[in-house]
């Protein structure tokens, strides 16, 4: 179906909107108005614990004023960035790269694209052509990215905003959710009805005056659960923002049988024999309308329990993450290796699935996924998914990568490299041309190298230092954090790229001369070619107000440095 729309790359009637932006940027970014208060505050103290308390002390006052006026408050993301205007006879160099804007009365928020803030604000364009790039700025082709109207309107609509925004926006809604659904719609099926017939309560649960596990699930996802667990003498747990909370709704405690009956109902017969005789069973599922999960089935002193980690529907964009654009640049490389790697429950998953979907609107490609189990699904885009369970579609991750060769794939996501076999696996994939993303269990991006090294045995320790040499593009680290300004967590990253044109040595001879200590030199001295260190990070998000000074400084592998950069934020230099 053919429908006319407006070009939303040209100016619309956005004159109270463009009003309405250049108010919560001039007005409302929380740093500025914090500092307003913080430097005053802080004029005869020298402590550093007492700078500390005094800052978050400040940024609590603050959100609560906008709280009382029921005003939104913005916060300015990686605004040392400067990237110049894609609007025709603009030449102007747009500062930062995203604006938050929160509301403090409800605890939502959207993150908008600093280059759609600039347009709106300067020309009434609800939008910005993003040339899409690879590791050498090489131009990969472009893309329209459209205001998120509806999102906006449902964190601002309760707030200050006047009233001629809204009929502004709502006017051009409909047409700039029509071209984004247009835009995939030659390679993405219509959605099917919702089939939710295998989810009622059962027999054994209505006997018991039980809900279903289906619905602890959805109601553990409303009550936005990261992680829910599933416990014999427990109620139902979900995890909430990274605290262990018995939900509100179930006051009951579960039985032994209760909870085997709860994980039988997520498991195949196939998989319940395999379980009875493993006594462990790792396996995802999804439900129709809710969300996917992945579960882990296990037996602890006699009673069975399972622990499920919630996976969005759809994977989050990379805007939404506030992670640096330079991730977005790995997936129009051509071959190479490229890890995600933290502790777990750092959300590695999750970014890696958001960098994924960017390939997958962004790039014509074949991606291949290995995972055991299948956590996110995607929709096909601009690029088509081959997505295989190791047990299930597959017998190893070594027999799914040879097969997987013979599939044509551009892009392979592994997901996980947990032993020799699917180490060995994923370089000779990146070898032999094509772009393989992964998972590790490290804390820092240099020692996921030596992680890896270190798997093998002495005797083929060199080989695997040359192979890996050739072969890595990027290894990123990431740790998750609580946020001070409102409830959520941000997901801070370290990276390290290995490309010739790093500053110092060429990174590829560390690795080779297995000096790879030397790598964090590299990492310090290369932010213009988009590196950061895991204390950079930190410290752009505690001079944003987003996390507390403590958190900073309790996540910082270098706590001296953060400690002089706190300093600093108070105007007491290095001391």
């Given at each position: ?336 290796l490229v890890l995600v790697t933290g502790q777990t429950g750092s959300g590695k998953t999750t970014t890696l699935a958001s960098i994924i979907e960017f390939a997958n609107q962004n790039r014509r490609s074949h991606v291949l996924t290995l995972e055991n189990p299948v956590e996110y699904v995607y929709t096909n885009k601009n690029s088509i998914f081959t997505q295989r369970a190791v047990e299930i579609d597959s017998l190893s991750f070594p027999m799914g990568m040879r097969a997987g060769l013979r599939q044509k794939p551009d892009i392979i996501l592994i997901g996980e490299m947990r032993d020799q076999d699917t180490i060995i696996a994923g370089l000779k994939a990146a070898e032999t041309g094509h772009l393989v993303l992964s998972t590790l269990h490290t804390n820092d991006a240099v020692q996921t190298i030596n992680r890896i090294i270190n798997t093998f045995p002495p005797h083929e320790q060199e080989q695997v230092r040359l192979q890996l040499s050739e072969t890595i593009r990027a290894s ?100």
């Amino acid at each position: 179906m053919t429908r006319e729309v407006p070009d939303m790359m040209q100016p619309q009637k956005l004159e109270a909107t463009a009003a309405y932006l250049k108010k919560i940027f001039d007005e409302s970014i929380l740093r500025n108005r914090v500092m307003e208060k913080y430097l005053p505050a802080t004029r005869a103290v020298f402590d550093n614990l007492e700078l500390r308390q005094i800052h978050d002390q400040i940024v609590t006052e603050v959100v609560e004023e906008c709280r009382a006026k029921k005003k939104p408050y913005a916060i300015h993301h990686f605004r040392n960035a400067r990237n110049k205007s894609t609007v025709p006879g603009d030449e102007s160099i747009i500062q930062g790269v995203y604006l938050e804007v929160c509301d403090p009365v409800r605890n939502k928020n959207i993150v908008i694209p600093m280059e759609t803030v600039h347009n709106i604000i300067n020309h009434q364009i609800p939008g910005y052509v993003e040339v899409m790039k690879n590791l050498g700025d090489s131009p990969m082709g472009t893309t329209n990215n459209y205001f998120e109207v509806g999102n906006f309107l449902k964190v601002v609509g309760n707030l200050d905003m006047p009233e001629q925004v809204g009929i502004e926006l709502n006017a051009i809604k409909d047409d700039i959710e029509w071209l984004e659904a247009e835009r995939f719609r030659a390679m993405t099926a219509e959605e099917k009805e919702l089939d939710l017939s295998g989810f009622a309560t059962d027999e054994y649960e209505t006997e018991r005056n039980m809900p279903s596990l289906f619905t602890i699930l959805k109601k553990m996802v409303e009550w936005g659960a990261d992680d829910i667990h599933i416990k014999a003498n427990c109620r139902p747990i979900g995890v909430l923002r990274g605290e262990t909370v018995p939900h509100p709704d179930f006051e009951f405690f579960m039985e032994p049988e209760d909870t085997q009956h709860y994980a039988y109902r997520a498991l195949s017969e196939e998989q319940i024999l395999q379980f009875e005789e493993t006594r462990e069973m790792d396996t995802s599922f999804g439900v129709p309308g809710v969300a996917r999960f992945r579960c882990n089935v296990y037996w602890a002193q006699g009673t069975v329990g399972m622990v499920l980690r919630l996976i969005p529907n759809d994977p989050l964009p990379t805007h939404v993450l506030i992670i640096p654009q330079i991730l977005k640049k790995l997936v129009f490389e051509r071959l190479g290796l490229v890890l995600v790697t933290g502790q777990t429950g750092s959300g590695k998953t999750t970014t890696l699935a958001s960098i994924i979907e960017f390939a997958n609107q962004n790039r014509r490609s074949h991606v291949l996924t290995l995972e055991n189990p299948v956590e996110y699904v995607y929709t096909n885009k601009n690029s088509i998914f081959t997505q295989r369970a190791v047990e299930i579609d597959s017998l190893s991750f070594p027999m799914g990568m040879r097969a997987g060769l013979r599939q044509k794939p551009d892009i392979i996501l592994i997901g996980e490299m947990r032993d020799q076999d699917t180490i060995i696996a994923g370089l000779k994939a990146a070898e032999t041309g094509h772009l393989v993303l992964s998972t590790l269990h490290t804390n820092d991006a240099v020692q996921t190298i030596n992680r890896i090294i270190n798997t093998f045995p002495p005797h083929e320790q060199e080989q695997v230092r040359l192979q890996l040499s050739e072969t890595i593009r990027a290894s990123i680290s990431q740790r998750l954090l609580k946020r001070w300004d409102r409830p959520g967590r941000v997901c801070s990253i370290e990276i390290l790229l290995i490309t010739p044109n790093a500053r110092g040595d060429n990174s590829r001879d560390y690795i080779r001369r297995n000096e790879i200590n030397e790598l964090y030199k590299v990492i310090e001295t290369s932010p213009y070619d988009g590196m950061q260190s895991g204390n950079m990070s930190l410290f752009e998000f505690y001079d944003n107000c987003v996390i507390s000074g403590s958190d900073a400084l309790a996540m910082s592998d270098n706590p001296e440095q953060m400690n002089q950069w706190i300093r600093r934020v108070a105007g007491k230099g290095v001391q």
